[in-house]
């Protein structure tokens, strides 16, 4: 595919370009302040900052571009509007808060230990320099959860990605744990959404769950 990718130059773009090429894609890096074209791109790419990734995925979407995004921070109300710009054109939008397929796991078991242990608490913690707080892994796991489930956030240096799924129970504590050690973890995630994007319906899709049979 010829793909645009914002923010190949940050922590996740900069191991995530040079796997694109090796799978065949034909990527252009597009900087901040880079002036870009999308007509003529199969899909985009987006892994930049929550102030950034809006104007960049509505350019391509406006365009008829199809786009594959894991930048955090994006409401409810982003989601939204993206949603339906993307059904005016027909054209797919794929959203993920996490791309490695661990997590999607630790969410699945989360949401399957919650049918037996009630009360849980999220501990989300990251590298120091994330910008956004509690993660959207974490938001996306306390939505597949009974109630108001508490999210702690951590921020230090050393960190990359990790979280656990803390349920309590008189006596008992059950920890559910996903670490991602580096972001390599992320790679296929993003390849296979990019794979199975034309077949997804037109708007926002939002999990990598959602393109992952049981
Ligand atoms: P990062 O190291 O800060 O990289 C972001 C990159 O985007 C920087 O190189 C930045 O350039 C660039 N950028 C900023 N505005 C841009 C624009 N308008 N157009 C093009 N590039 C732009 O952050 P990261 O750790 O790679 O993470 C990026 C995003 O992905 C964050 O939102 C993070 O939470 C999210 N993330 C998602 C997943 C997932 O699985 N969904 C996994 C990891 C991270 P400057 O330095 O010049 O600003």
Not at 54 to 60: F, G, M, P
Not at 78 to 104: I, K, M, T, W, Y
């Amino acid at each position: 595919m010829r793909l645009l990718l914002f923010g190949a130059r940050g922590k996740v773009g900069s191991v995530l370009a040079p796997k694109l090429a090796e799978a065949g894609h034909d990527v252009r890096e597009i900087r901040r302040g880079d002036s870009f074209e999308p007509a003529g791109h199969d899909a985009a790419v987006d892994f930049t900052r929550p102030d950034a990734v809006r104007a960049n995925v509505e350019t391509c979407l406006g365009a008829g571009v199809p786009c594959v995004v894991g930048t955090t921070g994006l409401g409810d109300d982003a989601l939204a509007d993206l949603d339906a710009l993307a059904r005016e054109r027909s054209v797919q939008c794929f959203v993920a808060p996490n791309f490695a397929l661990g997590a999607v796991v630790m969410m699945r078991l989360a949401a399957e230990a919650a049918h037996s242990l009630q009360r849980a608490e999220i501990v989300e913690m990251h590298h120091e320099t994330k910008v956004d707080a509690p993660s959207g892994t974490a938001k996306a796991t306390a939505a597949l959860l009974p109630g108001e489930v508490p999210i702690h956030s951590v921020r230090l240096p050393g960190l990359v990605a990790h979280q656990e799924v803390l349920f309590g129970a008189p006596g008992q504590l059950l920890t559910i744990r996903h670490d991602t050690i580096s972001r390599e973890a992320f790679v296929p995630g993003v390849l296979l959404a990019l794979e199975r994007l034309h077949e997804l319906p037109a708007g926002v899709t939002v999990g990598l769950d959602r393109l992952l049979g049981r």
